[in-house]
């Protein structure tokens, strides 16, 4: 399976911080922001991944992350020469994803939660065999968000219908940015047609899914959290946030480096490498820590 993590965009939200440098570079408490999304894909099992971004900011990105190989996966990148929308990254993507099934997470993205391993493998399955996941979280202002409408019976969670922004919500359970989807997502992206806004939305690609009885919802109740840190006062909470949990469990969470090491795609010698390089802080001594507890 492969991962894309778009991470285009011109993230005038956040000027004049953005104004040099990328948004998904920006730290968020300890790491940069794109760590976290990374993450997420390692999580899922994902070792092949292309980056997306603008053509000015991919050699920041990869004087960052350089090809993967330091922290265990295969990167790739492609520049979005203007941001079209969402469901642009599968035609950027088509030559990667080939005939594999793909998830795609926005750069800007943080999720966490006790058995979130469990809940990603899972969507990982449904696209293996055929069904695009859509993940939902409850949120206070659903009409800023794609929304889904759902059923939930003793069955399971039905996805009812798919809407992007609406002046009046049907739920208040808001489309995250990480979605998953079987072979063939390149072709049916194809289908989308500009919206009034100008873009290929991701909504409306949610919905061929669900057309074709094809897309199933994940909720994120509680334990989860979900944040898109677009603005500053959503990157001050993400920050705090994983700065309580880290020094309330004494660990890094979303440590790229670990994640692979847990994969069992670093070695023991690659992971210790990474650790001395940055031996004077906390990241350093929890790769150590890491390294410790397998010895």
Known sequence: MKGIILAGGSGTRLYPITKGTSKQLVPVYDKPMIYYPLSVLMQAGIKDILIITTAEDQPSFKRLLEDGSKLGVNLSYIIQPSPDGLAQAFLLGEEFIGDDACAMILGDN?????????????????????????????????????????????????????????????????????????????????????????????????????????LKACLLGDGYTWFDTGTFDSLIDAANMIRTIQENKDRVICAPEAIAFKQGWLSKEQLESSADVMKKNKYGKYLKKVLEKRK
Do not use: W
């Open 110 to 214: 943080i999720f966490y939660g006790n058995g979130l391993e469990k809940l990603l493998k899972h969507a990982k399955d449904n696209a293996i065999n055929g069904c695009a996941t859509i993940f939902g979280y409850q949120v206070k202002d659903p009409e800023r968000f794609g929304i889904m409408e759902i059923d939930e019976s003793e069955s399971g969670t039905v996805v009812v219908s798919v809407e992007e922004k609406p002046e009046k919500p049907k739920s208040d359970y808001a489309i995250t940015g990480l979605y998953f989807y079987p072979k063939g997502v390149s072709c049916e992206a194809k289908k989308d047609k500009p919206s009034a806004r100008g873009e290929l939305e991701i909504t409306t690609l949610n919905d061929l899914y669900l057309q074709e009885k094809k």
